[in-house]
């Protein structure tokens, strides 16, 4: 059965310094990966996805993630964090079944950004 | 940049009383889905929806909840008898079938506040 788990509730970083987020995987074969963001009072957007395709995976806003297999992980990154960076970031792992897709969703990471 | 709409995107209503949440998928997709999120708490998965028929739901889609796609853009979520336990932010979602077809695009949401 496919699972996610992000490691982190909370995340507090300084405006400018990096930013890691930290998700891990659990699937029974090749999955699909997915970041999402929700800031306040909005819905989920998109930021980057993983499909075999290059492990490195750059998406919106400067982030980037690297899915590697052997730590079945997908940690988030981004270089330098901005105030707008604060929000919810939730880790997803895509499971075929019966011919369609199901999301399954980490509990999700709080990111707050310190001036 | 199509996206997938929501209305209402807040709503009170009292125990007891029906509710449909209505969504407007992206133009060309073919499936369709709801999840929600209690405050507080991970997005959970409700139902996924693709040829006029559910294709799979979870355990928390029970008899009070249904789904329907009246016409060839709406895509509605109805509660029959609301709970306290309700509450919460539903997300509506869809994806195509395409080469980028295991990618979800989520609606803005419905808070749905039940007193």
């Known amino acids: 059965a496919q699972s996610v788990t992000q490691l982190d509730s909370h995340v507090s970083v300084s405006e400018g310094t990096p930013v890691l987020l930290r998700c891990n995987y659990s699937?029974?074969?090749?999955?699909?990966l997915f970041w999402y963001v929700q800031h306040p009072n909005k819905g989920l957007q998109l930021l980057l996805k993983?499909?075999?395709?290059?492990?490195l995976v750059k998406g919106i806003n400067g982030f980037e993630a690297e899915f590697k297999k052997s730590e079945t992980s997908f940690h988030l990154t981004k270089p330098s964090a901005h105030m707008s960076d604060a929000a919810e970031y939730f880790c997803?792992?895509?499971?075929?079944?019966?011919?369609?897709?199901?999301?399954?969703f980490g509990t999700g990471t709080r990111l707050k950004v310190l001036a | 940049e199509p996206e997938v709409t929501q209305t209402p995107s807040h709503q009170v209503t009292q125990m007891g009383q029906e509710v449909i949440l209505r969504c407007v998928p992206i133009?060309?997709?073919?499936?369709f889905y709801w999840y929600r999120q209690i405050l507080g708490q991970k997005v959970e998965f409700l139902v996924s929806?693709?040829?006029?028929?559910?294709?799979?739901k979870s355990e928390i889609f029970d008899d009070q909840f249904s789904v329907e796609r009246p016409d060839g853009s709406n895509f509605t979520l109805k509660i029959r008898s609301t709970k306290l336990e309700d509450s919460a932010m539903y997300f509506c979602?869809?994806?195509?079938?395409?080469?980028?077809?295991?990618?979800?695009?989520f609606g803005e949401g419905s808070w749905l506040t039940v007193v």
């Open positions: 979602a869809s994806r195509d079938r395409g080469p980028s077809g295991n990618t979800i695009y």
């Open positions: 699937s029974s074969y090749s999955p699909s």
């Open positions: 993983y499909t075999s395709a290059a492990t």
């Open positions: 997803v792992v895509s499971r075929r079944t019966s011919g369609t897709y199901k999301y399954i």
């Open positions: 133009s060309n997709h073919l499936y």
């Open positions: 929806f693709y040829n006029n028929e559910i294709s799979e």
